[in-house]
């Protein structure tokens, strides 16, 4: 049975960087895309007595560094010379050397119930969670 809905993706310019452990793509998207696309995975205990397994990489969510930066982004002199870093599994992406777009998707395949991925579920967010979390003012 095959699935006449289409994913949702975007293009973004981006460029790909060859380091030992793999391939890595330095794009820049909209604000509203990032939002759409990304997801964070807090720092978390799972377990008792012992047995505590740590989840999750981004701390907590901290309100007030939010409306700190918030406030920043309204100055005169606002700027974030650091990037938002995102983990993206590869059936979400694609890139095309050759224009320079990487191509940003969900993974909609009707065969693959339960691996399907989608849109605000595509990129986990590495470092820059408070960032994004202020990106809409």
Not at 4 to 33: D, H, R
Request: hydrophobic letters at 40%; aromatic letters at 8%; proline letters at 6%.
């Amino acid at each position: 049975m095959t699935s006449s809905v289409e994913p949702k993706s975007f293009l973004i310019p981006a460029f790909k960087i060859t380091q030992p452990i793999g391939e890595f793509y330095i794009g820049c998207m909209n604000y509203k895309q990032l939002i759409e696309v990304t997801y964070v995975d807090v720092r978390r205990i799972q377990g008792e007595r012992g047995f505590e397994t740590y989840l999750g990489i981004q701390r907590p969510l901290d309100e007030k560094r939010v409306v700190k930066i918030s406030q920043y982004v309204k100055t005169v002199d606002a700027c974030f010379p650091t990037a938002v870093i995102l983990a993206v599994p590869g059936v979400c992406a694609s890139f095309d050397g050759d224009t320079r777009l990487l191509t940003i998707s969900e993974y909609l395949d009707p065969e693959e119930g339960d691996d399907q991925i989608a849109l605000g579920a595509i990129a986990k967010v590495l470092d820059g969670q408070h960032r994004i979390c202020i990106a809409p003012l």
